[in-house]
């Protein structure tokens, strides 16, 4: 399929619709994922807990709801919500019970959460979670000695928003998945796992690993597949001619890089935004950041501008629509926590220009859109 321009006009009218959207929607909470994770949690008991990691996200990826907003180009939900905010009961879950009531009236950061929804967390959700598991916070709490605990009480320091959604503060480390694509990666896990030696240190542990790896891609795969076959649904009831083509194009730049890496700027920033919305269902903590885009992205612009398959103007269209999208992902923040300060959504950070690793200025044009764009 030849890939479309988007039409100029209507770039700007685009964008302020979906920014004023994503500015003035309230925020929900939505309870999917902590279904999910617990129906497969129940599932896996006696399993090691990598694998029951990976098992959890699977059935979550493999079952969650597929959503594409209207006006939106760059895709990917991670709740049923517009601005929404999923919970990680695996985590911690003695602040999901103590909040439950207030997430409305709370001084900052108020949540909506549909009553029914309640109802499915106070007698489903939090009963399994303090009765049949134990959370990485309770873990992590078991593993202090009686003064790091008085410490922690006292607040000298405290990990308590970390432990509450993740740790975070990390780059997933897009420049391999833009290189080597969900197939590369999931062959290059296939071929360590069958390199490894039974008779070597550490080979249960090591073979647990490379197995939740392979799960896990595959469930990537199987999750932006799902993306590509929504799109196509969607393009087939749209009566916007335009719009249908570029759901069109959407599934089709989908379905590629749901195994492949990426042969232009649109796919190579689509899947940039993938990793991102599944890193933050993995981890859940603050600070995932997009880092160096300017060049990881660079090659993909030279290439399609050099072609005349894409102008700068669609180049800011495009990353305005992955800013917007950025902003629409939140983590809920504990009542505690949240008045110690909300900030930003995620703080997903991203770094433009530098130097390279000879020391030269890094800057390219892309640097300057990026700018611009945000």
């Keep these: 399929m030849q890939i479309k321009q988007i039409p100029h006009p209507t770039f700007e009218q685009r964008i302020k619709r979906m920014k004023k959207k994503v500015v003035s929607h309230p925020h929900e909470i939505c309870i999917e994922r902590a279904i999910l994770f617990t129906e497969s949690y129940a599932q896996t008991k006696g399993v090691p807990s990598v694998m029951r990691f990976a098992k959890a ?45 207030t997430y409305e009236s709370r001084f900052i950061q108020q949540l909506s959460l549909a009553e029914e929804d309640r109802k499915i967390l106070k007698q489903k959700i939090i009963p399994y979670w303090k009765n049949e598991e134990e959370t990485v916070y309770e873990r992590f709490k078991s593993n202090l000695d009686e003064d790091l605990k008085a410490i922690v009480d006292k607040l000298v ?153 894409i102008d700068h103007k669609e180049v800011a269209f495009l990353l305005k629509c992955f800013f917007i999208k950025l902003t629409s992902l939140w983590n809920y923040i504990f009542a505690l926590g949240a008045n110690a300060g909300e900030g930003p959504p995620l703080a997903e950070n991203l770094t433009i220009g530098g130097l390279d690793r000879e020391g030269n200025d890094a800057t390219n044009e892309l640097s300057y859109l990026i700018l611009d764009a945000y």
Aim: charge should be negative; include cysteine; aromatic fraction near 10%.
């Design 157 to 309: 320091f405290t990990v308590e928003v970390q432990y509450t959604n993740g740790i975070g503060h990390f780059f997933p480390g897009h420049k391999n998945v833009l290189k080597y694509g969900l197939n590369g990666l999931l062959q290059i896990a296939e071929d360590k796992k069958s390199n490894l030696i039974k008779e070597e240190e550490n080979f249960k542990e090591k073979n647990e690993f490379l197995n939740s790896i392979i799960i896990l891609l595959n469930a990537v795969k199987k999750f932006i597949k799902r993306v590509s076959d929504h799109a196509q649904k969607l393009a087939q009831n749209e009566g916007d001619i335009e719009r249908k083509d570029e759901l069109l194009e959407i599934s089709e730049l989908c379905e590629n890089i749901s195994e492949n890496p990426p042969n232009s700027f649109k796919e190579a920033l689509q899947l940039i935004y993938f990793d991102q919305l599944i890193c933050g269902l993995e981890d859940g903590g603050f600070a995932v950041s997009v880092g160096r885009l300017d060049q990881d992205l660079f090659p993909f612009y030279l290439k399609d501008i050099d072609e005349g398959k």
């Design 57 to 101: 996200m699977d059935h979550f990826l493999t079952n969650m709801t597929i959503r594409i907003w209207k006006d939106e180009f760059i895709v990917g939900n991670r709740t049923t919500k517009f601005v929404g905010t999923p919970l990680y009961p695996e985590v911690r879950i003695d602040t999901i019970e103590q909040d439950i009531d």
